[in-house]
């Protein structure tokens, strides 16, 4: 029953049923703003409980209240009624329609507050926030939706660049999705969704984070009109499912296929993914320069292509074009005594001892105990110490190696001791380098020196030692095995560095998808104008829901060229109009033409991207709109303020612990 200001649907005296929401005590009555005409903008809810009602019938005791409240707004006297009545308890929702399952919820409350009505059972602790339905399927596509907002306007070579600090201070400026979704440090439980997905876009293919966000989150935009007209979720997912199934087909249909054959074309081809890369980001300027490094760095590699082969080492100083590839591997000077000055800096075809040893005296244990009671005793024990330095010393010089290289401290004595037989020795070597080091030189990490033989030591044509910037490097040239290469980048600002640093990464991921996938497709907009085509043309041939859904999904793929253009500052409904139009017309490969301002063949252009790199960025978006859209319920615990408190003053669990455990081997104390 909906009520409406000015109208009384029940003649005097007259209660439908259905108003009558407890059998016992509890009715509905409307206050009044005037003499006898009742206003329904507001409603009260309130017991009856006259000495009349068991003499009358249930309808006229309501009206006799009614009447009371009427005449006590009239300030007239009615004693006989108004002394035994109990007056309204609860007052809801002005200016609100009628809603039955309203009252009916506030009649619930007042019951239970009287002791009516049993209380309900507990499942989960108090404090616990719980949310379902629809209402929180359009929170979570809105919060969603700021996320993103916040990358959007990161798209394209025009993109803008983003300047965050960490909770330590730390400024980053950068335009990769991945890394400002790292840096964001998202709480929702569904946003984050989006930053799971870009994570494996940047670890699967290593560029288009950017992209996946986007289309995601527009997903999901679309989506939110449906819902609010209660179509179902599980509709929506089967239909996403079958437009992404069609758009990856599309695409192995369209791509170009590059012949490996030819090893020229094949190096046209990657460079001209790695200059498409590079064009949006901080380096686009120096894209010519950084294309050709990064096809040189990756081609160096082995047949599986390892990203951990390639080295990456930050130099601040000089200009970006200063930036150098060496063919082998290059790390920074270590930690070194006295004596290294003596030590040669430059060899050619030497070998290369790798170990794991520590050569520098080491002092005794706190625990350690020694007794002597003569003089000659005490030499001994320090003659037996040196004489096991020393004695690994000499293994290693009578191995033939000139450059020792150690995971572990080597001391002044070994450092001095190795100078004096012309070797080159260098302690604290970080994991990485050494591990490039051994698959580019050969040889074996060692952990004693006792079965130091030829097949365990590594060969380099040239070593040397060279002053780069403010730092000195080691460099391991004509390695046989040299599978292996380093960047050596410089400029100017940290940030700058390390941004070179991720775009750099970005291109090689690029470069090394592009070997192993051959296929490629025109970037800048077109492959999605042309998928977006493609689907709705496709969903006029679906009748029901499926072809709503479907054309919603192919909007959905015209962020790209929209963001694309915005970014640019331009005019994005007269560009995308001509992108519609060319597509119709045939022309598969239009894309956004950013220098200018117009749409162009992007494959004739060499904007060129993988084909994986687009049917990656389709799966994910896609999946991560699938999860949002299933999700109908969040469960949330309130984060304990005891705990915090108690971690504050050393009560937490950890430390508890910590503080049982005695003795050897972290027993708890009995």
């Not at 509905?28 to 003499?35: E, N, P």
């Not at 063949?601 to 990656?616: K, S």
Request: aromatic content about 6%; some cysteine; glycine content about 6%.
């Amino acid at each position: 029953v909906r009520l409406t200001r000015g109208t009384w649907p029940f003649p005097t005296g007259a209660v439908p049923p259905s108003l009558l929401l407890s059998p016992l005590t509890h009715y509905l009555c409307f206050s009044t703003l005037g003499k006898n005409q009742p206003s329904f903008s507001s409603f009260l809810f309130f017991s009856a409980n006259t000495s009349e009602r068991a003499k009358q019938p249930q309808s006229k005791g309501v009206w006799q209240c009614f009447q009371c409240m009427i005449a006590r707004k009239r300030r007239q006297k009615q004693p006989n009624l108004q002394r035994n009545c109990t007056w309204p308890i609860l007052v809801a929702h002005p200016n609100k329609p009628f809603s039955l399952s309203l009252c009916a919820q506030l009649t619930s409350q007042a019951m239970a507050q009287r002791g009516m009505m049993r209380p309900g059972i507990i499942l989960l602790r108090d404090g616990t926030d719980t949310s379902q339905g629809k209402a929180q399927l359009i929170s979570n596509i809105n919060a969603c939706q700021v996320v993103m907002d916040a990358v959007r306007t990161t798209l394209g070579p025009r993109g803008m660049d983003k300047l965050m600090v960490d909770q330590y201070g730390k400024a980053t400026i950068s335009n990769d999705g991945a890394t400002i979704m790292n840096l964001l440090d998202v709480v929702h439980p569904a946003a984050r969704t989006l930053v799971d997905i870009a994570k494996s876009q940047d670890a699967e293919v290593g560029d288009g984070t950017t992209s996946v966000v986007l289309l995601a989150g527009e997903m999901l935009r679309e989506c939110k009109p449906f819902i609010e007209d209660n179509v179902h979720p599980q509709v929506l997912i089967r239909a996403f499912r079958t437009a992404v199934s069609l758009a990856i087909q599309k695409i192995k249909e369209i791509s170009v296929k590059i012949k490996k054959d030819d090893p020229e074309e094949l190096r046209q081809l990657l460079l001209k993914c790695a200059s498409t890369s590079l064009n949006s980001k901080l380096v686009k300027y120096q894209k010519d320069f950084f294309s050709k490094l990064v096809v040189d760095a990756v081609l160096m590699l082995d047949s599986h292509l390892p990203l951990s082969m390639i080295g990456m080492k930050k130099v601040q100083g000089g200009a970006l074009e200063d930036t150098i590839l060496v063919p082998g591997v290059a790390f920074k000077k270590t930690f070194s005594y006295a004596g290294f000055e003596m030590q040669p800096k430059q060899y050619k075809d030497v070998k290369v001892a790798l170990l794991n040893v520590e050569l520098e005296l080491k002092r005794e244990k706190e625990n350690a105990e020694v007794r002597v009671t003569t003089a000659e005793e005490y030499q001994a024990v320090v003659d037996a110490e040196w004489d096991i330095l020393y004695e690994k010393l000499v293994k290693i010089q009578e191995s033939g190696a000139k450059v020792v290289l150690s995971k572990l401290p080597i001391g002044d004595v070994a450092t001095q001791w190795f100078a004096d037989r012309d070797m080159f020795c260098a302690g604290r070597v970080p994991e990485d380098d050494m591990q490039r080091t051994m698959r580019a030189c050969g040889g074996a990490v060692q952990t004693s020196v006792n079965d130091m033989k030829e097949d365990t030591l590594g060969f380099c044509e040239v070593f040397y030692e060279k002053q780069v910037g403010a730092e000195r490097f080691n460099f391991f040239t004509g390695c046989p095995k040299a599978k292996s290469c380093t960047i050596i980048m410089r400029g100017g600002a940290e940030q700058f560095i390390d941004e070179t640093q991720r775009s750099l990464h970005d291109a090689i991921m690029i470069v090394r998808r592009a070997i192993k996938n051959d296929a490629v497709v025109a970037g800048g907009g077109a492959i999605e104008m042309e998928l977006s085509k493609y689907l709705r043309e496709h969903a006029k041939t679906i009748a029901g829901k499926q072809q709503l859904l479907i054309a919603a999904y192919a909007k959905a793929l015209e962020v790209i060229p929209r963001q694309l253009v915005d970014n640019a500052g331009f005019d994005s409904v007269n560009i995308l109009n001509k992108l519609r139009q060319k597509h119709a017309q045939g022309g598969m490969w239009y894309g956004v033409d950013v220098l200018t301002e117009d749409i162009a063949d992007n494959f004739e252009n060499t904007v060129w991207e993988p084909a994986l790199v687009r049917i990656n960025a389709l799966t994910a978006a896609t999946e991560a709109a699938c999860l949002v859209l299933s999700i109908d319920e969040t469960v949330k615990n309130k984060p304990s303020q005891v705990a915090g408190q108690n971690a504050q003053r050393g009560g937490h669990p950890g430390l508890q612990m910590a503080s049982q455990m005695r003795g050897r081997g972290g027993m708890p104390r009995r």
